[in-house]
Structures are given as C-alpha cells and as structure tokens.
C-alpha cells in the first residue's frame, strides 16, 4: 500500500502538472487549476523561463467563461507584471496574488519587500496574498547545506529566511489565521498532508 493518499493534492504534484509532467494525480490537477472549481476565473501567470514559457503555451487553456494568460517578465520588475496583467485582470476589482516558492530568490530583504509593497499597491481593498518562502529555521543544518550545493550550481540564487523575516514581508497587510506557519501546515486538509516534511514557511494575507 502507498504510504500517501493521492486523493489530497500535493504541491510537488501539482508543480509536475503545470509543467507537463507524468507525476501526478486527479486531485492535483484540479487543485493546479483554478477554472476547476471557478470557470469564470481570470488567471495570469508570470514566469520569465523559456522551457515554463514552451509548456505554458500548449497547456494554459482557458473556459470561455474567464480567461488564462501568461507574462514573460522577472519578478524583480513587478511594473511589467502588473501593464501586461492588467491586459487580463480587473484591478478595480480584488485580486489574489501568489507568490508560491519565488520570494526567496530575491536576496536583499529590501528590494523583496519592495516588489510585494509594488505589487499590492496596485490591488484593491480586500484583495488577497499568498507567499511560500524557503525557510532558515526549519531543518536549519540540513537547508543550510542543500542552498549552498543549490547555490554553488544554478544562475538563480536562493535565500533562505526565518519565520520573522518571512513575516516582515506581510508588512501592512492583516494576516489570515493561522498566520505565518510551515507551509504543510497551513489549514490542512488531512494529518497527512500536515505532516508534509516540506521547510518551507507559508502565509495569506488581505489588504485592508
């Protein structure tokens, strides 16, 4: 028997869906795609890879009801983002924003929050953020050693931050209960899930 249940969608899963993978199941399919559960969804996604651009266009298809598209641009310039999403999104409107494992590849604390700053200013009263950022003091010895291989071999560097760090991102915003919290464990769905060995810290907030 399987030691997990692949009735619960798991973010590993359903990152292998978006991008074209085999590795996955129902349940992450229809958790990696909002239309699934809201056909009038209006859904932009940012990316600045070439491969995630190639796979984007052949899988990013959208119900007649809403619409789905996807931005060439670096997170590191959120005023690009924010001209080309607005050719899909209503920012009159409240709109939800994810930044889901990104964060962590902008090393200056600053210009991280900066860009979250740029990128919620321009949202609503009521408009929503959900941030996952790798974590310094979780597993702190063994991160540690996995970022400096990491590190030591990709263009992108990676910044590991604590619970107090990720949390200064929020900064204006009201943060949802649980509040910042390892990731896994941000109102579950199962024991299981919660017990996820993922070190990555994880929170939603609203903009007041």
Known sequence: MPD?????PHV?????????GKDNF????????????APESRIVYVDNDP???SHAKALLKSTPEGACAYLDADLRDPDTILAGAANTLDFARPVAVMLIAVMHFIGDDAEASAIMNRLMAACVPGSYVALSHAASDI?????AEMIRRLNESTAEKTTLRDRAGVTRLFDGLELVEPGVIRAAEWRPDTD???ASPAALWG???RKP
């Open 12 to 20: 590993a899963r359903v990152y292998d869906y978006w991008l074209g």
């Open 4 to 8: 997990f249940d692949t009735s619960v």
């Open 203 to 205: 929170g939603v907030a």
């Open 51 to 53: 491969i995630v651009l």
């Open 192 to 194: 299981l899930e919660a």
């Open 26 to 37: 129902a349940a992450d399919r229809v958790m990696g795609v909002a239309q699934g559960a």
């Open 139 to 143: 597993d702190a010895v063994q991160m």
